[in-house]
């Protein structure tokens, strides 16, 4: 069975990627795009790839006047919760790969697609090595109580923490909280020094140039360490694969899911 897909974000730096790659599947259609600089052109043209004949729209109210299955969001924060809770008014399942919802974003999408008795398949990062990343910290997490996090980052990404360092934030939190032996009230001297605070993890956001997008966790207990870090070059292509599985699964799930790992048999 094809599974129809509108893409919000479609001309973008990763969604052209996804966008291209859906093109030389089978069971894949996309039937609507979302962007607004390119809105009433169709994708193909603005992709240079022919076999993409849906319609670009400015919005995804719009876009969702042509029936899919699911919608998958790739836009921005500003514009992303928005355009989640329409697709799933309109029945579709839904993909996020924008980062920087918060968590009471993901609490009132989780409200509304469990009405709907639908999916929603929130990667913050649809790198394998990022899930690797993430099921290692965890089982970490389970013998070592105390870790922090840096996410680094290029100069121009304008959310932070990013939504990997947020994703594997959370999924901590889930083993445990972390225990830092003096607790951020007693900090002495400015308290953003300590970073911020995300499910109870510290979190130290680097925007720099010179860095693409990586995310450590380190480990402390006394007299040793255990740094896991994933970095990604400048490509969007380790983001292909994982966002291809989520669109495949995503409707074998009702509510909010976080991370590919609850689609793949690690
Ligand atoms: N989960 C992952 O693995 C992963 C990987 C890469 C990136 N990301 C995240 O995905 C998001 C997109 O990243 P990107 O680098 O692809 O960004 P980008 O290159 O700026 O692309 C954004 C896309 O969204 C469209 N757009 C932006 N605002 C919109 C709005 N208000 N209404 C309709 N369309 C809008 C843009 O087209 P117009 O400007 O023409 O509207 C463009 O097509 C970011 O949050 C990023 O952090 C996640």
């Given at each position: 069975m094809t599974i129809k897909v509108c893409l919000a974000g479609a001309t973008g730096w990763a969604g052209s990627e996804l966008a291209r790659a859906m093109a030389h599947t089978d069971d894949l259609a996309l039937v609507a795009a979302v962007a607004r600089k390119s809105a009433g052109r169709v994708l193909g043209e603005v992709l240079g790839e022919p076999r993409?004949?849906?319609?670009?729209?400015?919005?995804?109210i719009e876009a969702l006047?042509?029936?899919?299955?699911?919608?998958?969001?790739?836009?921005?924060?500003?514009?992303?919760?928005a355009n989640i809770l329409a697709a799933l008014e309109h029945g579709a399942h839904v993909v996020?790969?924008?980062?920087?919802?918060?968590?009471?974003?993901?609490?009132?999408?989780?409200?509304?697609?469990?009405?709907?008795?639908r999916g929603v398949l929130a990667c913050g990062n649809f790198a394998l090595t990022v899930v690797l990343l993430?099921?290692?910290?965890?089982?970490?997490?389970?013998?070592?109580?105390?870790?922090?996090?840096?996410?680094?980052?290029?100069d121009n990404k304008v959310d932070a923490p990013s939504g990997t360092a947020r994703e594997l934030a959370f999924r901590l939190s889930q083993v445990r909280q972390p225990a830092p032996t003096v607790p951020l009230d007693k900090t002495v001297g400015p308290r953003e020094a300590r970073g911020a605070s995300v499910a109870g993890t510290q979190v130290h956001s680097l925007r720099l140039p010179g860095f693409v997008i990586g995310a450590e966790v380190i480990f402390g207990m006394p007299d040793q360490r255990l740094t896991i870090r994933h970095d990604a070059g400048?490509?969007?292509r380790p983001y292909v694969d994982g966002a291809?599985?989520?669109?495949?699964?995503?409707?074998?799930?009702v509510g909010v899911h976080r991370g590919l790992d609850c689609v793949l048999d690690l």
């Open positions: 993409l004949d849906g319609q670009v729209y400015a919005s995804a006047s042509q029936p899919c299955d699911v919608f998958v969001e790739y836009t921005k924060p500003d514009s992303a919760r996020v790969g924008t980062s920087g919802l918060s968590e009471s974003d993901f609490a009132a999408i989780d409200a509304v697609a469990r009405r709907q008795n993430q099921k290692f910290a965890e089982s970490a997490a389970r013998l070592i109580p105390q870790w922090e996090i840096i996410d680094y980052a290029h400048s490509g969007a291809l599985l989520a669109v495949r699964k995503v409707a074998t799930l």
